[in-house]
């Protein structure tokens, strides 16, 4: 039986210490702001645009919130982002996605002032990241880092296996395991034999975005398997990409969702909204 590694106890920790440095950097006048935007309705992203603006509320950020309907035009979005660009009171800005589809992801996130970009998907904070020398680093990746780091878990030297490839999860994971000394196999589709990949990992990773995919069967006696899935099951409740009932009996430790990763992903916004303030006063001072 594994140990269930829970998210909101560690995320009220790492909020609790985000609290303390806001308080401190009250003392010099600053106060780290955060806008969101989301354009369009989908009831989603709504809820998790929800929960970052209320995250910052619970640590003492300033927030805006933009909400924008879903026939917005691109120039218009782009202006919306240049004058927070300039704002100096707004230190991170995140665009929630995925935007409509008249909507180019890849223009948008380009026009994010690279220090202000919380979320990490700017070109030149990927490459930061790829050398190991970032700002920030991608929420959800720090996230699952940050649970390892408070359950003790050390990757250095562990058969580490990430299953999905995307841009915000999969690759950036892979190279955050690297960076922490695991040996790192990315898993995805196209891959012959996945369940013989998965029972190899010590430590296993999971972000498809198909509910119940991993099994018992494929895993370890005694892995670490960590849920970045999200997603509704045959009932409609949430569930992870990992089926926990199977899983829970023969691993070491395990995420649950929700109430795993979601937690974290939200209290990594928050840090790299601190650091972006913090950044900002750095080079007020020059
Ligand atoms: C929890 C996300 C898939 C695609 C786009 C707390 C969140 C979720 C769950 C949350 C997610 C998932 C977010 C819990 C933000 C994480 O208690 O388990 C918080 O709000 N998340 C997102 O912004 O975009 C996504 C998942």
């Known amino acids: 039986m594994a140990k269930i590694i829970d998210g909101k106890?560690?995320?009220?920790?790492?909020?609790?210490?985000?609290?303390?440095?806001?308080q401190k950097l009250e003392a010099e006048g600053v106060r780290p702001g955060l806008a969101v935007v989301i354009v369009g309705e989908d009831s989603a992203s709504k809820v998790y645009v929800r929960n970052k603006i209320k995250a910052c509320a619970?640590?003492?950020?300033?927030?805006?919130?933009?909400?924008?309907?879903e026939d917005t035009g691109?120039?218009?979005l782009l202006a919306l982002i240049e004058k927070l660009n300039g704002d100096p009171a707004i230190h991170g800005i995140l665009v929630q996605l995925p935007l409509p589809r008249h909507l180019d992801e890849h223009k948008v996130i380009a026009a994010i002032h690279p220090q202000k970009d919380v979320?990490?998907?700017?070109v030149q904070n990927v490459g930061k990241i790829m050398l190991?020398?970032?700002?920030?680093?991608?929420?959800?990746?720090?996230?699952?880092?940050?649970?390892l780091e408070y359950s003790g878990i050390d990757p250095a030297g562990?058969?580490?296996v990430v299953v999905g490839r995307s841009n915000i999860v999969g690759k950036p994971q892979a190279m955050l395991l690297l960076h922490a000394n695991g040996t790192v196999q990315i898993c995805h589709s196209r891959t012959r034999d996945l369940a013989q990949k998965t029972a190899a990992a010590d430590i296993l990773v999971v972000a498809i975005g198909k509910p119940k995919f991993i099994t018992g069967d494929m895993i370890r006696e005694g892995a670490v398997v960590i849920d970045v899935?999200?997603?509704?099951?045959?009932?409609?409740?949430?569930?992870?990409?990992v089926d926990f009932a199977s899983c829970f009996e023969k691993a070491?430790?395990?995420t649950p969702v929700p109430g795993g990763v979601g937690p974290m992903t939200i209290t990594m916004l928050l840090k790299n909204t601190l650091s972006a303030a913090k950044l900002s006063m750095k080079q007020d001072e020059k």
């Not at 190991?132 to 649970?147: R, S």
């Not at 009932?235 to 990409?241: A, P, Q, Y």
């Open 132 to 147: 190991g020398q970032y700002d920030f680093l991608p929420c959800t990746p720090a996230g699952v880092m940050k649970l």
């Open 119 to 122: 979320d990490a998907f700017h």
């Open 58 to 69: 619970e640590v003492g950020f300033y927030s805006e919130n933009y909400e924008l309907p």
């Open 229 to 241: 899935g999200m997603n509704r099951d045959e009932n409609g409740k949430l569930c992870g990409d």
């Open 9 to 22: 106890s560690i995320a009220q920790q790492v909020r609790g210490e985000i609290r303390a440095e806001v």
């Open 74 to 76: 691109e120039e218009e």
């Open 158 to 160: 562990k058969d580490c």
């Open 252 to 254: 070491s430790y395990i």
